[in-house]
Nanobody, 128 residues
Framework: QVQLVESGGGLVQAGGSLRLSCAASGRTFSNYVMGWFRQAPGKEREFVAAINRSGYTTYYADSVKGRFTISRDNAKDTVYLQMNSLKPEDTAVYYC?????????????????????WGQGTQVTVSS
């Protein structure tokens, strides 16, 4: 089992940047596919980005491609989400997720049900 703790959320003006972190503990971090999801008020949870176990393969939702970057440091047991050019529609609670057995495909990593472990979330608010 792995525990996930997100940090780095906050209030930022449109066009600004934030970097989210997700620290993992409990198991071998490099065994896990990692993903970021978000949920805005009144909306369903949606996929944001994913990264494979080695960190060499990433995948993004179209809505964030070119603005967000997912990365991981397996030595620090941490995954990051660098968010640039933020827009008001990026406002949401952001969650990191992990799974040890997920077979990395662009179809699978988009599906929240594929991830066994979730953090508690961190609020990101982008003002216009």
């Amino acid at each position: 089992q792995v525990q996930l703790v997100e940090s780095g959320g906050g209030l930022v003006q449109a066009g600004g940047s934030l970097r989210l972190s997700c620290a993992a503990s409990g198991r071998t971090f490099s065994n896990y596919v990692m993903g970021w999801f978000r949920q805005a008020p009144g909306k369903e949870r949606e996929f944001v980005a994913a990264i494979n176990r080695s960190g060499y393969t990433t995948y993004y939702a179209d809505s964030v491609k070119g603005r967000f970057t997912i990365s991981r440091d397996n030595a620090k047991d941490t995954v990051y989400l660098q968010m640039n050019s933020l827009k008001p529609e990026d406002t949401a609670v952001y969650y990191c997720a992990a799974d040890e057995t997920l077979y990395y495909t662009t179809y699978n990593v988009r599906r929240g049900a594929e991830y066994a472990y979730w953090g508690q979330g961190t609020q990101v608010t982008v003002s216009s």
